[in-house]
Nanobody, 127 residues
Framework: QLQLVESGGGLVQPGGSLRLSCVAS????????IGWFRQVPGKEREGVSC????????NYADSVKGRFTIFKENAKNTVYLQMNSLKPEDTAVYYC????????????????????WGQGTQVTVSS
């Protein structure tokens, strides 16, 4: 059974950093694409960053480019999202998701349906 478990969320001051982890089970992360999405109440879930199964291709939302980095450790079946220079507008529930390689990894970050989802982890950026 395919399962994704996120961790690493919390409360951080503006300008601070957090690293989110997404541990996959039931499949290998070097085969499926993995993405990070976020959602605030009343708004649609949006793609933050997605990385291909091979790790050779990654993309980012314009709002996080230069501040967030997605990377993976296939030996641990884990994908990370390193978030630096956090802003209050980064506050959201962050979800990781998986997509089969038949889906283009760039298209994945524009999808809100048809993916496998984790349960989410809250990130709050506030002083």
């Amino acid at each position: 059974q395919l399962q994704l478990v996120e961790s690493g969320g919390g409360l951080v001051q503006p300008g601070g950093s957090l690293r989110l982890s997404c541990v996959a089970s039931g499949f290998t992360s070097d085969y499926y694409h993995i993405g990070w999405f976020r959602q605030v109440p009343g708004k649609e879930r949006e793609g933050v960053s997605c990385i291909s199964g091979s790790g050779g291709s990654a993309n980012y939302a314009d709002s996080v480019k230069g501040r967030f980095t997605i990377f993976k450790e296939n030996a641990k079946n884990t994908v990370y999202l390193q978030m630096n220079s956090l802003k209050p507008e980064d506050t959201a529930v962050y979800y990781c998701a998986a997509a089969p390689p038949s889906i283009d990894v760039q298209a994945m970050c524009r999808m809100t349906k048809g993916l496998y989802w984790g349960q989410g982890t809250q990130v709050t950026v506030s002083s």
